[in-house]
């Protein structure tokens, strides 16, 4: 009995674990798709030096930027724009995949 009960908790585990890992390569596709023309493949803002470096970043700063932009509380048109067209599960793609690109969080003076 006990060893059954293991089991399904494991296995239970198993399955919430997979339920809440963000799919990385979804997200990377994302960002091929839509991100990279202004931010780059790496986050590091390809199209103008103005638009923010999003690569490294944090997962839950980028996550909340965007669902922000999703809501309105945090108003850009063209950022707006792009947020709009995220389901929920894009964005933790998405925010993952970018947080895990090299960044420059680290002050350099
Ligand atoms: C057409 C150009 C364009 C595209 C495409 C675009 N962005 Fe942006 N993004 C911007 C600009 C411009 C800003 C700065 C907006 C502001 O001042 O709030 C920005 C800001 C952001 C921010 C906030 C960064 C910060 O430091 O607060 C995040 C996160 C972000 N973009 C993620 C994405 C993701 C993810 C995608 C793809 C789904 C995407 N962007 C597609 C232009 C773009």
């Known amino acids: 009995m006990t ?4 089991a399904i908790v494991a ?3 198993a399955a919430a674990g997979a339920v ?21 493949m790496d986050g590091q803002s390809a199209a ?3 638009y923010p470096k999003i690569g490294g ?9 965007l669902r922000d932009y999703r809501s309105g509380a ?3 048109p063209v950022m707006g724009a792009m947020a709009a067209t995220l389901t929920p599960l894009d964005i933790d793609n998405v925010t993952a995949y970018y ?5 420059g969080l680290a002050a350099r003076f």
């Open 11 to 13: 296995a239970a585990l």
């Open 99 to 103: 947080a895990r690109q090299p960044g």
């Open 57 to 65: 970043q944090h997962q839950d700063y980028l996550a909340k930027a």
């Open 3 to 6: 060893t059954i009960r293991i």
């Open 48 to 50: 103008f030096v103005d």
């Open 20 to 40: 809440q890992a963000a799919n990385l390569e979804a997200g990377k596709q994302k960002a091929q798709e839509i991100c990279q023309a202004c931010h780059g």
């Open 74 to 76: 945090r108003k850009n």
